[in-house]
């Protein structure tokens, strides 16, 4: 089916229109073949320049290259990793490139994890203490290079802006002129980090690196990357879960302008033309015909029945204190049920990979959070040695847990090794919304006990899939996901009598993996909701109800206060607009947050306002945690208003962004953000707003109507019901 023919280089849109790359964010990539559109500059080269560590490159002009070993998907983590490296190595901050890093876990493996990933907000906390030490130990090797060149002692220089000066006699050396010195000395095992009070570039509002090129069109992102010669593909894969190809019929497609190659594989197929427009038309002329299997015959209803029926027994213990027997004897009794659906990724930029197969060889353009074990499973894919396999990462256009996962680059290689040359494959949004590795279904049941407006014993159970047994088996013990319970365990509040369950549960036939907020976002919802209906069986106000059990949690407390204060908590409101509150500890902040919202008697919800004091520790960058809060809080407010993926015959009905909806920015609240700087260690921020804002809105739905919903999305019809009665 293939034809032999020469196929027109290209320029990507983004270049067609901005002449390339020249100027901006100065950002290098370990591109070999040389994409057209990209720089050269591998990241690994360190040969002539001051190479402390796999984060540093200094060269003898002095240019200080900084290698990123987190990806950048919109969360500003390279220029929050850049602040951390710069600030402690004194570099001129005005000047750095940045890198990113290679495939590669001995170097650059995340420490929360043991692997290459970014995720669950843990960039910056995961990564504040190496990159510090990275930073201090390279600029403790430069200013001893100088003192050694002066016959001085390293505590009379400073440095600052990329040079050593020598206090008494004001003698300066740039950083590349000490390159040669500095290599010749061996890295101190320990030196001494900055006094927080002393930091010049952490805790200011910088601006992002990023940010230019992404306003003016130059940033390239995974699916903008081009090669001479390259070639276009889309795919289809059986719509059924499971599902494999049966018979395919191309004659149409293969008379289609443009169409070049038709791969056919077990579970999918896919058109390989000279352009997208030519392969969309190729693959929409194919007739195919699926062998579904015995998965056509799951439905949301089986998913549900399955997931409630195990959600009523007993699960193994993640953590329990006192007698929670005893504790749930004691008082007054309320026992609720919470259950949260599947959620689709839909990031901004749809899934892609662009792959180059030769018979020594694999090269990968893509953007991705797990770029080793990228490399590793394309090489299973395409039967070469790991070594042999060379992926080059992009910033994302979003990634939300979803490139966590490897399998839209393993489902290119394995087009590609049908395709002479390097072949661009690219999703639709509906293949990537009805093949998405999905947030799993949860139902969490929790029963607590009053006496004297105190919770005496609280009981909660969690009851869903285990993403971490399949992503991470060694993070799996003892039956315990610790990912699923996570921000249950961990609870706020004084609760004397305290136990926590898990239950695992697979759904039947569905890929369930990551998705932004993680375990906290259905745990911070069950137990934020089920607060607020305690606050009101109590009789009292559900701030002060949360405030009373935080003694031992004051920066908890003290961003409850705030948030209390700033979004005018207690004072009178119109009928039909509530107030709701949330408060948490996820992610290693700490986040209170209050939803204003209107609620018609339809159901539909305005959300007027949205106020949120978060104390995240050292705040690296403020503008950076502010903004991460924003888009945190939308997101999940989307997902709280909209979001639910259904399945009938073994398929999923959603499938664009008609019935997979957003909100749109007419629908957007006026959002304050008040970032507390408690000058603790940083904490994650990336996630905080998504686990925020869906149960601080039912809690203010709850407020204007008295309707109590313990399912998302939202019921509108539930709340016109309750109005009629």
């Known amino acids: 089916m293939a034809v032999a023919e020469k196929i027109t280089d290209g320029l990507s849109r983004r270049a067609v229109l901005t002449g390339g790359l020249a100027g901006g964010f100065l950002l290098a990539f ?20 001051f190479a402390p560590n796999a984060f540093i490159r200094i060269d003898a002009s002095g240019k200080t290259t900084l290698v990123m070993p987190q990806v950048e998907m919109g969360q500003g983590i390279y220029t929050a990793v850049a602040m951390i490296l710069a600030e402690e190595l004194d570099a001129d901050f005005s000047s750095v490139v940045l890198e990113h890093a290679p495939a590669n876990e ?11 990933a970014t995720g669950g907000s843990t960039s910056v906390r995961a990564f504040w203490k190496p990159l510090r030490t990275a930073g201090a130990t390279a600029r403790a090797m430069l200013v001893q290079a100088a003192a050694q060149q002066w016959q001085v002692e390293p505590a009379s220089c400073t ?69 001479p010669g390259m070639k276009f593909a889309t795919l289809a894969a059986c719509p059924v879960f499971g599902g494999k190809v049966g018979k395919v019929d191309d004659s149409a497609a293969a008379k289609i302008p443009g169409v070049r190659t038709i791969v056919v594989l077990e579970d999918m197929v896919a058109v390989v033309g ?42 193994v213990v993640a ?39 030769k018979p020594d060889a694999c090269e990968i353009w893509t953007g991705t959070q797990i770029m080793a074990r990228v490399q590793s499973e394309a090489a299973k894919a395409v039967g070469l040695p790991v070594e042999k396999v060379i992926v080059n990462n992009h910033l994302l256009g979003g990634g939300f847990g979803r490139k966590l996962e490897p399998d839209m680059v ?14 661009k494959v690219v999703w639709t949004r509906e293949e990537d919304i009805q093949h998405d590795v999905y947030r799993p279904v949860y139902r969490d049941t929790i029963a607590a006990t009053l006496s004297d407006g105190e919770i005496v014993g609280l009981k909660y159970r969690v009851c869903g899939s285990s993403i971490l047994a399949r992503w991470l088996p060694p993070a799996f013990q003892k039956g315990i996901d610790i990912d699923a319970v996570d921000s249950a365990v961990d609870m706020p509040y004084d609760i004397p009598n305290f136990h926590v369950e898990y239950v695992r549960a697979e759904p039947p036939a569905v890929p369930t993996g990551f998705w932004r907020g993680v375990g906290p976002n259905n745990n911070v919802f069950a137990i934020e909701c089920f607060m607020d209906e305690l606050a009101r069986k109590a009789g009292k106000d559900p701030v002060d109800f949360r405030r009373g059990m935080l003694t031992k949690n004051p920066r908890l407390k003290a961003a409850l206060d705030l948030v209390a204060e700033k979004s005018n ?21 700490f986040i209170a947050t209050v939803v204003e919202a209107e609620v018609d008697e339809q159901g539909e919800v305005n959300l007027r306002r949205v106020t949120t004091a978060v104390d995240t520790g050292i705040a690296v960058n403020p503008d950076t945690i502010m903004a991460q809060v924003e888009g945190g809080l939308i997101f999940g407010l989307t997902a709280a208003l909209y979001g639910e993926i259904t399945i009938d015959k073994g398929r999923v009905l959603q499938s664009n962004f008609n019935d997979y909806r957003m909100l749109r920015i007419d629908q957007a609240p006026k959002i304050e953000v008040h970032v507390i700087n408690s000058g603790e260690a940083p904490g994650g921020i990336g996630e905080t707003g998504v686990t925020a804002g869906p ?23 539930m709340i016109a019901a309750q109005k009629k009665s």
């Open 569 to 589: 908590w207690g004072q009178p409101l119109a009928a039909r607009v509530g107030r709701g509150v949330s408060a948490q500890p996820s992610f290693g902040s």
């Open 30 to 49: 370990h591109l070999p073949v040389g994409a057209v559109n990209e720089p050269v500059q591998p990241p690994d080269q360190t040969d002539g320049k």
């Open 106 to 116: 001995k170097l650059y493996a995340n420490p929360v994890f043991g692997i290459q």
């Open 410 to 423: 393993v489902a290119a290689v394995r087009i590609a090794k049908h395709v002479d040359g390097p072949v």
């Open 274 to 315: 000279d352009h997208m427009w030519a392969a969309m038309k190729g693959l929409d002329a194919l007739v195919v015909s699926w062998d579904e299997g015995e998965n056509s015959r799951i439905s949301s209803k089986d998913i549900w029945d399955n997931l409630r029926a195990a959600s009523e027994k007993d699960g």
């Open 319 to 357: 953590k329990s204190e006192g007698d929670i027997a005893k504790g749930l004897s004691t008082g007054e009794r309320l026992d609720a049920s919470y259950e949260l659906p599947f959620l689709a990724h839909a990031t901004m930029e749809p899934l892609s990979a662009t792959v180059h197969v």
């Open 159 to 227: 440095t600052s802006n990329g040079e050593v000066t020598h206090a008494g006699s004001g003698v300066k050396l740039s950083y590349g002129a000490l390159v040669d010195a500095a290599n010749a000395l061996a890295p101190p095992k320990d030196v001494a980090l900055k006094d927080p009070r002393d930091f010049v570039l952490i805790g200011k509002p910088l601006k992002r690196f990023d940010t230019p090129d992404k306003v003016n069109g130059k940033t390239v992102y995974g699916i903008d990357a081009m090669l």
């Open 695 to 717: 149960p601080a809105l039912r809690n203010a739905i709850l407020a204007a109507t008295g309707v109590a919903l313990r399912r998302l999305p939202i019921d509108r019809a």
